[in-house]
């Protein structure tokens, strides 16, 4: 069992950045792929980045590449997403999740957080 949180959303300009974090809890969290995900008002979940468990591969969505990066810490059973150059699309609801396997897909995610909203205003 992996238990999820979330925190660091928040309200910011276009242009600016925020660092998400995600703590985890549960012994095998050192395990697990972890990854972030987003859901804006009326759209499905899309992937946003991901990460293996030991950080040696990452992963980011095309829309995000080169503005976003996932990085991971085992010893502080933590995962972030830094997001630089925000812009007005970039606003929704950002969930962490596990996995056993490397995935793009939300299905293939196990654990869930219950998400922090990002607003990113023009």
């Known amino acids: 069992q992996v238990q999820l949180v979330e925190s660091g959303g928040g309200l910011v300009q276009a242009g600016g950045s925020l660092r998400l974090s995600c703590a985890a809890s549960?012994?095998?969290?050192?395990?697990?792929?972890m990854a972030w995900f987003r859901q804006a008002p009326g759209k499905e979940r899309e992937f946003v980045a991901v990460?293996?468990?030991?950080?040696?591969?990452?992963s980011v969505a095309n829309s995000v590449k080169g503005r976003f990066s996932i990085s991971r810490d085992n010893a502080k059973n933590a995962v972030y997403l830094q997001m630089n150059s925000l812009k007005p699309e970039d606003t929704a609801v950002y969930h962490c999740?596990?996995?056993?396997?490397?995935?793009?897909?939300?299905?293939?995610?196990?654990?869930w957080g219950q998400g922090t909203q990002v607003t990113v205003s023009s």
């Open positions: 999740a596990a996995a056993n396997t490397l995935s793009w897909s939300p299905h293939d995610y196990t654990y």
């Open positions: 549960g012994r095998t969290f050192s395990r697990t792929v």
């Open positions: 990460i293996t468990w030991n950080g040696g591969y990452t």
